[in-house]
């Protein structure tokens, strides 16, 4: 089994940075991918960014250039880079990884002030 606990959230005014952090315990190493999504009030939750185990990478066309998701195996932490951030940005985010099955963060609360 895999545990992951996000962290970093909090409130950001629009135009600026904040980096969130995932961090996995248990059998990281049999995760094959990594990623972000987040959930708005009303709205269903939403892929914003994931990498695989080789490095290839996708993200929400809304967040693309402005979100880098990066992860250190030694230190079994996935990161989401969040720059230049808008008021849509504010949902709770969640990080997930992929084995045999999927596992879920509790996630992080991101609001973005204008």
């Known amino acids: 089994q895999v545990q992951l606990v996000e962290s970093g959230g909090g409130l950001v005014q629009a135009g600026g940075s904040l980096r969130l952090s995932c961090a996995a315990s248990?059998?990281?190493?049999?995760?094959?991918?990594t990623g972000w999504y987040r959930q708005a009030p009303g709205k269903q939750r939403e892929l914003v960014a994931r990498i695989t185990w080789g490095g290839s990478t996708n993200y929400a066309e809304s967040v693309k250039g402005r979100f880098t998701i990066s992860r250190d195996n030694a230190k079994n932490r996935v990161y989401l880079q969040m720059n230049s951030v808008k008021p849509e940005d504010t949902a709770v985010y969640y990080c997930?990884?992929?084995?045999?099955?999927?596992?879920w963060g509790q996630g992080t609360q991101v609001t973005v002030s204008s």
């Open positions: 248990g059998r990281t190493y049999s995760i094959n991918a």
């Open positions: 997930n990884a992929e084995t045999l099955y999927i596992t």
